[in-house]
């Protein structure tokens, strides 16, 4: 399926999560040129939730920016190991470099804008197992 097809299918379509941990993900952009880039509005209902885990990403840096429109009622805490920026409502992370996780959503549905981009190389300081 070529890149065009692949987002053609999923544009503005409810998928599943790659955790398959019942949170959505809906895809509003992307752009594999120069910086490539994705725009995701995510989803947790009650009962998701996103174990600990890495995005390792090969040969590049993975950023990530979150930004919390709506707080599930209870439950939903963001965690990460490491973040660049961490208010209530945005967060600014490394996706390859920190582990991250959110908590099970106890009650309530948690909306999240999620932009994220990549950069060639890899940081010198890292070191990877």
């Known amino acids: 399926m070529s890149a065009a097809r ?16 019942g949170y959505e993900k809906l895809l509003l952009a992307i752009n594999p040129f120069v910086v490539p880039f994705d725009v995701y509005l995510l989803r ?5 939730e996103i174990p600990p885990h890495t995005d390792p990403v090969d040969g590049r840096r993975h950023y990530r920016l979150n930004v919390v429109l709506r707080h599930a009622n209870k439950g939903g805490r963001f965690q ?6 961490n208010g209530s409502r945005v967060k600014l992370f490394r996706p390859d470099a920190a582990e991250h996780s959110v908590s099970r959503i106890e009650a309530g549905t948690r909306y999240v804008l999620s932009i994220g981009w990549v950069r060639p190389g890899i940081d010198r300081h890292e070191t990877h197992a």
Do not use: D, E
């Open 6 to 21: 692949g987002y053609a299918s999923n544009w503005l379509r409810w998928r599943s999560g790659r955790q398959a941990t």
């Open 80 to 85: 990460c190991s490491k973040t660049i920026y």
């Open 44 to 48: 947790y209902k009650t009962g998701s």
